[in-house]
Protein backbone atom coordinates (compact mmCIF):
# COMPACT_ATOMS: atom_id res chain seq x y z
CA UNK A 1 0.00 0.00 0.00
CA UNK A 2 1.64 3.30 -1.27
CA UNK A 3 0.88 5.36 1.80
CA UNK A 4 2.73 8.26 -0.38
CA UNK A 5 2.44 8.93 -4.56
CA UNK A 6 3.88 10.49 -6.56
CA UNK A 7 1.64 10.61 -9.68
CA UNK A 8 3.59 11.72 -12.02
CA UNK A 9 6.94 9.93 -13.02
CA UNK A 10 8.40 12.73 -15.17
CA UNK A 11 8.02 16.10 -16.12
CA UNK A 12 10.09 18.46 -18.86
CA UNK A 13 10.51 22.17 -17.86
CA UNK A 14 12.16 24.92 -20.17
CA UNK A 15 15.27 26.66 -18.45
CA UNK A 16 14.44 29.76 -16.72
CA UNK A 17 10.72 28.45 -16.25
CA UNK A 18 8.71 27.24 -13.01
CA UNK A 19 8.99 23.26 -12.26
CA UNK A 20 6.46 21.57 -9.91
CA UNK A 21 6.50 18.74 -8.45
CA UNK A 22 3.81 17.02 -6.57
CA UNK A 23 3.12 14.77 -4.00
CA UNK A 24 0.00 12.95 -2.28
CA UNK A 25 -0.32 11.38 0.76
CA UNK A 26 -2.60 9.23 2.14
CA UNK A 27 -1.90 8.84 6.08
CA UNK A 28 -3.38 11.49 8.48
CA UNK A 29 -0.95 11.01 11.13
CA UNK A 30 1.99 12.12 8.69
CA UNK A 31 2.67 15.28 10.35
CA UNK A 32 6.90 16.15 8.61
CA UNK A 33 7.77 16.19 4.99
CA UNK A 34 10.89 16.35 3.15
CA UNK A 35 11.79 16.40 -0.66
CA UNK A 36 15.16 14.47 -1.84
CA UNK A 37 16.78 15.00 -4.97
CA UNK A 38 18.36 11.88 -6.44
CA UNK A 39 21.19 11.75 -9.47
CA UNK A 40 21.82 7.99 -10.69
CA UNK A 41 23.95 5.93 -8.71
CA UNK A 42 24.22 7.88 -5.80
CA UNK A 43 21.93 8.36 -2.16
CA UNK A 44 19.48 10.68 -2.09
CA UNK A 45 19.95 14.37 -0.78
CA UNK A 46 18.23 16.43 1.22
CA UNK A 47 16.43 19.24 -0.27
CA UNK A 48 13.68 21.03 1.85
CA UNK A 49 11.42 19.72 4.52
CA UNK A 50 8.09 20.81 6.08
CA UNK A 51 6.34 20.38 9.13
CA UNK A 52 2.17 19.91 9.21
CA UNK A 53 2.67 23.23 11.20
CA UNK A 54 3.39 25.33 8.19
CA UNK A 55 2.16 25.60 4.66
CA UNK A 56 4.64 27.20 3.04
CA UNK A 57 8.68 27.12 3.71
CA UNK A 58 11.07 28.67 1.58
CA UNK A 59 15.03 28.29 0.80
CA UNK A 60 16.34 29.93 -2.06
CA UNK A 61 15.25 28.50 -5.74
CA UNK A 62 13.31 25.65 -3.90
CA UNK A 63 9.63 26.38 -2.11
CA UNK A 64 7.44 23.12 -0.61
CA UNK A 65 3.76 24.35 -0.17
CA UNK A 66 1.67 21.69 2.49
CA UNK A 67 -1.93 21.75 1.70
CA UNK A 68 -3.29 19.39 5.12
CA UNK A 69 -7.06 19.29 4.07
CA UNK A 70 -6.59 17.92 0.43
CA UNK A 71 -2.94 15.80 2.32
CA UNK A 72 -0.90 17.07 -0.79
CA UNK A 73 2.10 18.64 -1.10
CA UNK A 74 4.16 20.35 -3.85
CA UNK A 75 7.74 21.45 -4.56
CA UNK A 76 8.36 24.89 -6.48
CA UNK A 77 11.73 25.13 -8.20
CA UNK A 78 11.96 28.52 -9.54
CA UNK A 79 14.06 29.40 -11.97
CA UNK A 80 14.39 25.81 -12.93
CA UNK A 81 19.10 24.81 -14.15
CA UNK A 82 19.86 22.29 -16.25
CA UNK A 83 21.58 21.25 -13.01
CA UNK A 84 18.45 20.50 -11.46
CA UNK A 85 17.58 17.55 -13.76
CA UNK A 86 17.31 14.52 -11.31
CA UNK A 87 14.40 12.03 -9.82
CA UNK A 88 12.86 14.10 -7.21
CA UNK A 89 11.31 12.04 -3.86
CA UNK A 90 9.14 13.01 -1.18
CA UNK A 91 8.68 11.85 1.71
CA UNK A 92 6.55 11.65 5.04
CA UNK A 93 6.95 10.60 8.71
CA UNK A 94 4.62 10.74 11.42
CA UNK A 95 5.40 11.59 15.12
CA UNK A 96 4.83 8.01 16.33
CA UNK A 97 8.08 7.12 14.78
CA UNK A 98 11.03 7.47 12.38
CA UNK A 99 10.35 5.77 9.38
CA UNK A 100 10.17 7.20 6.47
CA UNK A 101 7.29 6.72 3.59
CA UNK A 102 8.97 7.47 0.24
CA UNK A 103 6.99 8.40 -2.93
CA UNK A 104 7.99 6.33 -6.24
CA UNK A 105 9.50 9.27 -7.55
CA UNK A 106 9.55 11.96 -10.49
CA UNK A 107 11.89 12.32 -13.09
CA UNK A 108 12.49 16.12 -13.90
CA UNK A 109 14.33 17.16 -16.95
CA UNK A 110 15.21 20.77 -17.55
CA UNK A 111 15.99 21.42 -21.01
CA UNK A 112 18.45 24.34 -21.70
CA UNK B 1 24.64 19.18 5.83
CA UNK B 2 25.57 15.78 7.68
CA UNK B 3 27.51 13.26 5.64
CA UNK B 4 26.86 9.67 5.54
CA UNK B 5 29.55 7.56 3.83
CA UNK B 6 29.31 3.83 2.22
CA UNK B 7 31.83 1.69 1.32
CA UNK B 8 31.96 -0.04 -0.72
CA UNK B 9 30.17 1.98 -3.73
CA UNK B 10 29.78 -0.57 -5.73
CA UNK B 11 30.88 -4.22 -5.77
CA UNK B 12 30.91 -7.78 -8.31
CA UNK B 13 30.77 -11.12 -6.73
CA UNK B 14 30.12 -14.56 -7.37
CA UNK B 15 27.06 -15.83 -6.59
CA UNK B 16 26.89 -17.83 -3.21
CA UNK B 17 29.69 -15.41 -1.75
CA UNK B 18 28.44 -12.96 1.14
CA UNK B 19 29.03 -9.04 0.40
CA UNK B 20 29.53 -6.74 3.67
CA UNK B 21 28.16 -3.03 3.03
CA UNK B 22 29.52 -0.33 5.20
CA UNK B 23 27.49 2.86 6.32
CA UNK B 24 29.16 5.34 8.23
CA UNK B 25 28.19 8.88 10.00
CA UNK B 26 30.95 10.35 10.02
CA UNK B 27 30.32 13.87 11.36
CA UNK B 28 27.71 12.89 14.08
CA UNK B 29 26.57 9.86 16.13
CA UNK B 30 23.39 7.99 15.10
CA UNK B 31 21.76 5.22 17.77
CA UNK B 32 19.79 4.40 14.74
CA UNK B 33 20.67 3.88 11.26
CA UNK B 34 18.86 2.76 7.96
CA UNK B 35 18.90 0.19 5.41
CA UNK B 36 17.08 1.03 1.99
CA UNK B 37 17.10 -1.04 -1.78
CA UNK B 38 15.85 0.19 -4.83
CA UNK B 39 14.55 -1.79 -7.34
CA UNK B 40 14.57 -0.34 -11.11
CA UNK B 41 11.78 2.45 -11.65
CA UNK B 42 10.45 2.43 -8.01
CA UNK B 43 11.06 3.81 -4.97
CA UNK B 44 13.24 3.32 -2.08
CA UNK B 45 12.39 0.18 -0.17
CA UNK B 46 13.28 0.39 3.34
CA UNK B 47 14.72 -2.64 4.80
CA UNK B 48 15.51 -2.70 8.13
CA UNK B 49 16.22 -0.39 10.96
CA UNK B 50 19.69 -0.64 12.09
CA UNK B 51 20.09 -0.30 16.38
CA UNK B 52 23.21 0.07 18.35
CA UNK B 53 23.38 -2.00 20.62
CA UNK B 54 20.21 -3.65 19.54
CA UNK B 55 18.88 -6.58 16.98
CA UNK B 56 18.08 -4.58 13.84
CA UNK B 57 14.44 -4.80 13.23
CA UNK B 58 13.17 -5.82 9.33
CA UNK B 59 10.55 -4.82 7.46
CA UNK B 60 8.47 -7.33 6.47
CA UNK B 61 8.95 -10.08 3.62
CA UNK B 62 13.39 -8.92 4.09
CA UNK B 63 14.96 -12.35 5.49
CA UNK B 64 17.01 -11.49 8.67
CA UNK B 65 19.20 -14.50 7.56
CA UNK B 66 20.15 -13.37 4.45
CA UNK B 67 20.66 -9.29 5.32
CA UNK B 68 22.44 -9.41 8.34
CA UNK B 69 22.96 -6.21 9.78
CA UNK B 70 25.14 -4.73 12.58
CA UNK B 71 25.58 -1.17 14.50
CA UNK B 72 29.18 -1.83 15.47
CA UNK B 73 28.84 1.51 16.96
CA UNK B 74 27.21 5.14 16.89
CA UNK B 75 29.05 5.79 13.43
CA UNK B 76 28.63 2.44 12.09
CA UNK B 77 26.31 -0.13 10.66
CA UNK B 78 26.99 -3.30 8.19
CA UNK B 79 24.75 -4.75 6.11
CA UNK B 80 25.94 -8.51 4.87
CA UNK B 81 23.81 -10.20 1.92
CA UNK B 82 24.84 -13.69 3.03
CA UNK B 83 25.00 -16.43 -0.16
CA UNK B 84 24.41 -13.76 -2.83
CA UNK B 85 22.53 -14.37 -5.82
CA UNK B 86 21.66 -12.47 -9.10
CA UNK B 87 18.02 -11.63 -7.73
CA UNK B 88 19.89 -10.02 -5.04
CA UNK B 89 21.92 -7.68 -7.42
CA UNK B 90 20.45 -4.01 -6.71
CA UNK B 91 21.31 -0.59 -5.40
CA UNK B 92 21.52 -0.51 -1.52
CA UNK B 93 21.64 2.97 0.39
CA UNK B 94 21.90 3.51 3.88
CA UNK B 95 20.30 6.37 5.86
CA UNK B 96 20.89 8.27 8.98
CA UNK B 97 18.89 10.31 11.38
CA UNK B 98 19.93 13.68 12.38
CA UNK B 99 17.87 16.31 14.32
CA UNK B 100 17.11 19.67 11.94
CA UNK B 101 15.10 22.52 12.77
CA UNK B 102 12.23 20.64 14.61
CA UNK B 103 12.86 16.87 13.47
CA UNK B 104 15.09 14.40 12.54
CA UNK B 105 16.12 14.58 8.66
CA UNK B 106 17.75 11.82 7.00
CA UNK B 107 21.23 11.60 5.58
CA UNK B 108 21.66 9.24 2.84
CA UNK B 109 25.03 7.93 2.10
CA UNK B 110 25.89 7.61 -1.57
CA UNK B 111 24.59 4.10 -2.17
CA UNK B 112 26.38 0.69 -3.11
CA UNK B 113 25.85 -1.20 -6.50
CA UNK B 114 26.22 -5.04 -5.94
CA UNK B 115 26.11 -6.77 -9.00
CA UNK B 116 25.91 -10.76 -8.13
CA UNK B 117 27.22 -12.76 -10.94
Known amino acids: DQQVKQNSPSLSVQEGRISILNCDYTNSMFDYFLWYKKYPAEGPTFLIS?????DKNEDGRFTVFLNKSAKHLSLHIVPSQPGDSAVYFCAASANTGNQFYFGTGTSLTVIP | GAVVSQHPSRVICKSGTSVKIECRSLDFQATTMFWYRQFPKKSLMLMAT?????????EQGVEKDKFLINHASLTLSTLTVTSAHPEDSSFYIC?????????????FGPGTRLLVL
Open chain 2, 50 to 58: SNEGSKATY
Open chain 1, 50 to 54: ISSIK
Open chain 2, 95 to 107: SAPQITGVRETQY
